[in-house]
């Protein structure tokens, strides 16, 4: 009885299958000789695509602005007409206000400049950022009528504001701190800014500085961690104030190692001295799974018992933070695991020096250590390639503390930089994580604590055609709005009609995934 009750239930109830497909994408004819697109994210406002077009007007160098909605369609398209010496270095998107930051020629005491696009009215501006220090920018954000730019004075760490109104720029009061680090610089939700430093100036007493700011640069909050003596921080990450607490999270490691035990997390507390928690790799359900079952076993089984005599597991390995995402009901973190080529220093800013490039999060193309936003990832240029191999994902209480974890091998995917390879959804309380490997995208979802995974192919405009070729070189997925991934690259497309001699159309392409 209880059979025919179940069949009866299922015809009647069917039972719902999740799905993750492609429901949208964006084409556009591309030649080799044409630079690469840089992509910004507009969240809801739908995506930009900046490129140079290596063409002038009047000696003014052309660069092209294409603005499309969350249905892939084109809204607009613009050009910039710039001065000839000027070089892209930072983007960034805020407040229908689309960012790009230039820089007159090669040297770090030159003039930056800055252009504004508005989405909407696509009105202009252009203001010009006068140097007079060598100043080595590492990030780039922007506030309400106020761009912020973190980087080195003389190896110090500094911060300088830009008024867009005002037109002045001002250093930032309390910084240049000898022998320390900015690892993190990010705008939170409510116009104000975070500033997380690492001071080595004492060996036998380091510390983990956060600093508050307003849009004027006013100190607003404060906080010093001390670490401890044996163990070092070696990256780390803020949240952007979704939630009422603010959140640090990175990556440590013991000693003077150039690889990572485990991540760390601390909600920042002015008022008291909050412990920073500190989580070895093995106590993670998911994070070795890229090693063989006998030697995760083994990591995790020296875990267990390490924690039982207060001491730390010998497991390291090269590991980057790349993004921490915030949502009402906690935090994600994403992390990648690499193998550095022999040529490659994999610690971020080697011998506590300053960085020289960094990284916007918002994608990837050939000259991507050329430019520089609040990175989500170590910003060193390599000599020769790496190899992705795993991507992780730690979802956090609102404390900051792991619930779940989730892990998706990369397939060694050879970069020529320390890059971003996958990225990750936070939605409702689950999690899907992806990247792109040739003509497809690998997708990993959670229920809870089991998982779903799924591929998602790359379906052309045209059913006539078909992709004869996927250039490996620029082609990322990353995380858009809600649930929804973008996905884009460099195909050769072969039509039907076509032998299999013929050439073909080369097109730049945008994939929307949604997961549903």
Known sequence: MNRFLLLYLVVLFPVVLYAQEQTARF?????????????????????????????????????????VDTTLQEVWLTELEIENRLRLVGYDYRDNLIYLLYREGDHEASNLVLYTIHTQSQAIGKYTIKQEITFKVTHFSALVNVVTLGGYVSNEPAILLFDLQTEKAKLVP?????????????????????????????????????????????????????????????????????????????????????????IFTSLIDPFANQAINFYDFGRFNHF???????????????????????KVPDFKTYTVPMRLEEQPEGFGLLLEVYQPSTTFSPYPYG?????MYAYSPYGYNPFMSRYYNTPYQYNQPAAADSKMIYAAVALLDINGKPLRDFGLKLGELKTNTLEQTSDFI???????????????????????????????????????????????????????????FYVWGYQTLRH??????????QVFYINKIEIK
């Open 27 to 67: 084409e556009r004819e591309h030649k080799n000789s044409d630079s690469d697109y840089i992509i910004i994210s507009l969240q809801k406002e739908g995506l930009a695509m900046v490129r140079d077009k290596d063409k002038y007007k009047e000696g003014k160098q052309l660069w092209e602005v294409i603005r």
């Open 174 to 262: 309390g910084f240049f701190i000898t022998n320390s680090e900015l690892l993190d610089l990010r705008v939170n939700t409510n116009n104000t800014f975070n500033a997380l430093i690492m001071d080595r100036s004492n060996k036998q007493d380091k510390k983990l500085l956060l600093k508050t700011f307003d849009a004027t640069g006013a100190v607003l909050m404060e906080d010093v961690m001390e670490i401890e003596h044996e163990r070092t921080i070696l990256s780390g990450l803020t949240s952007t104030l979704i939630n009422d607490e603010l959140l640090i999270a990175g990556t440590w490691t013991m000693g003077n190692s150039k690889q990572a035990s485990g």
């Open 288 to 310: 070795v799974d890229y090693l063989s079952k006998k030697r995760a076993a083994k990591i995790k089984s020296r875990a267990v018992e390490a924690a039982k005599i207060g």
């Open 351 to 355: 011998n506590f020096g300053p960085p």
């Open 426 to 484: 936070f939605y409702k309380g689950e999690m899907a994580m992806g990247f792109k490997k040739e003509k497809e995208v690998r997708l990993l979802r959670s229920f809870g604590d089991e998982v779903e995974l799924d591929t998602v192919q790359s379906i052309v405009s045209n059913p006539a055609e078909t992709v004869r070729h996927e250039s490996e070189a620029a082609s990322y997925i990353r995380s858009w709005y809600n649930n929804a």
């Open 496 to 505: 039907s009609s076509q032998s299999s001699l013929e050439a073909g159309r």
